[in-house]
């Protein structure tokens, strides 16, 4: 595949629109059922899982700054737009989204650089993004 920019906050924006998606149709058709929040840990788990799919479609995990721009905008914007947060939150979402997108990117790309073989690549990829979110998650309880 043709090396894209963007690519990755492209799948990035996908995925956090059918959060919201998601989100927003159990509020109507399912008002008692219990949905994620979209806090620390799901914004690594969306960012890791974009980086990784990235990763796999172009073999290429270089993260630019336009990149992390795009992403801030992006968790700045959707969940804004589909009525999970209001006007202070979504300005924390787009803070915290665009650190934790960037840092994803940036560890991600660094433990993909480790290994060159492609499909050596790929499963080492996402061993790293769940060990990744794993030691991300109980790193959130502490600072929560």
Same mark, same amino acid.
């Given at each position: 595949?043709?090396?894209?920019?963007?690519?990755?906050?492209?799948?990035?924006?996908?995925?956090?629109?059918?959060?919201?998606?998601?989100?927003?149709?159990?509020?109507?058709?399912?008002?008692?059922?219990?949905?994620?929040?979209?806090?620390?840990?799901?914004?690594?788990?969306?960012?890791?899982?974009?980086?990784?799919?990235? /990763?796999? #479609? $172009?073999?290429?995990?270089?993260?630019?700054?336009?990149?992390?721009?795009? +992403?801030? =905008?992006? !968790?700045? @914007?959707?969940?804004?737009?589909?009525?999970?947060? /209001?006007? #202070? $939150?979504?300005?924390?979402?787009?803070?915290?989204?665009?650190?934790?997108? +960037?840092? =994803?990117? !940036?560890? @991600?790309?660094?433990?993909?650089?480790?290994?060159?073989?492609?499909?050596?690549?790929?499963?080492?990829?996402?061993?790293?993004?769940?060990?990744?979110?794993? =030691?991300?998650?109980?790193?959130?309880?502490?600072?929560?």
């Amino acid at each position: 595949m043709k090396k894209q920019p963007y690519f990755g906050s492209i799948v990035l924006s996908i995925l956090l629109g059918l959060f919201c998606i998601v989100n927003l149709l159990s509020g109507i058709f399912a008002p008692l059922a219990s949905m994620p929040k979209l806090d620390i840990p799901m914004i690594l788990l969306l960012s890791a899982l974009a980086k990784v799919i990235q /990763g796999c #479609v $172009q073999d290429s995990l270089k993260t630019g700054m336009a990149d992390v721009l795009i +992403g801030t =905008a992006a !968790f700045a @914007l959707l969940p804004w737009c589909a009525g999970l947060t /209001g006007g #202070v $939150q979504a300005v924390k979402l787009c803070i915290i989204g665009g650190i934790v997108y +960037g840092l =994803a990117g !940036f560890f @991600l790309y660094g433990a993909a650089q480790r290994s060159s073989v492609t499909h050596v690549h790929k499963l080492a990829l996402i061993i790293n993004a769940v060990v990744l979110f794993l =030691a991300f998650q109980s790193f959130s309880g502490v600072l929560l």
